[in-house]
């Protein structure tokens, strides 16, 4: 059977678990899960639901809906206030924290953000997407030093976060503090990003172009936000295609991109 076949087989079970014993919270919660991975978001959060309505202090049903909520930019108010509470009733688990962290940080709120992250790091000093967060946090507060920092935290707990590897190549070729760029080592880190990822991510090109271009290689870095305009326009990423389009320009002319430039 297919992985997608175990799991509707999955909810076949679930379901009748769930008629012989409807006040069985752990089933329902289950029965999220698996309509979740099937695609079927509106089913999963019925289920959490109904896990909650019978143990609404249950702190691994509130992060699973949560979770769920986390991915709709319209119900995100709602996720920070159930992964909150689940953080409340059980801070040890550091996914629930990490998760409220991006969910803060992704709504601006960075003071927020950063308790949680740092929260997680006095636990696990090397926990790579906290040290990863951390590093945005930073960045986005234009602390470009400290924002390193972390992102080299993370890549040395995890050489292969293509997140790190392309946040960090970004820093190094755009920041606007000349002693902090590096084109040589952003386009290594660039390269490593563009080839874990297949040349199919057009934001992560973009920063291979940006790296080109700080280490000088105009050519290189035209070709490469070209490919990035033709990924994002087949993609239909219209925004992307016309901020590209601006950096093509720049690269053409050469001049490397410059953050708040």
Request: hydrophobic fraction near 45%; aromatic fraction near 6%; include cysteine.
């Amino acid at each position: 059977l297919s992985e997608r076949g175990l799991t509707e087989q999955g909810v076949h079970h679930l379901r009748e678990s769930i008629r012989l014993a409807p006040d069985f919270a752990e089933a329902h919660s289950n029965l999220g899960l698996a309509l979740a991975a099937l695609g079927r978001p509106e089913e999963a959060l019925q289920s959490y639901d109904e896990a909650l309505r019978l143990q609404p202090d249950n702190s691994t049903f509130l992060y699973n809906k949560g979770l769920l909520l986390s991915l709709d930019p319209a119900r995100r108010a709602e996720a920070e206030r159930l992964l909150s509470r689940a953080v409340e009733l059980n801070p040890r688990p550091l996914s629930a924290r990490n998760d409220l962290g991006n969910l803060l940080l992704l709504g601006g709120r960075l003071a927020e953000a950063e308790e949680q992250f740092k929260q997680i790091l006095a636990l696990r000093p090397h926990h790579p997407n906290a040290n990863l967060a951390m590093g945005s946090v930073c960045y986005s507060q234009a602390r470009f030093r400290e924002a390193l920092d972390f992102y080299d935290r993370a890549l040395a707990g995890d050489p292969d976060l293509v997140v790190a590897l392309a946040n960090t190549a970004w820093l190094l070729a755009t920041t606007p503090q000349p002693d902090i760029r590096d084109g040589a080592r952003a386009v290594s880190l660039a390269e490593r990003a563009v080839a874990l990822t297949q040349r199919q991510d057009p934001a992560i090109l973009s920063r291979l172009a940006a790296a080109y271009a700080e280490a000088g290689r105009f050519t290189d870095a035209t070709a490469a936000i070209r490919e990035a305009i033709g990924l994002a326009q087949r993609a239909g990423q219209t925004p992307l295609v016309e901020r590209f389009r601006a950096m093509e320009q720049l690269y053409q002319s050469g001049q490397p991109f410059r953050v708040g430039g």
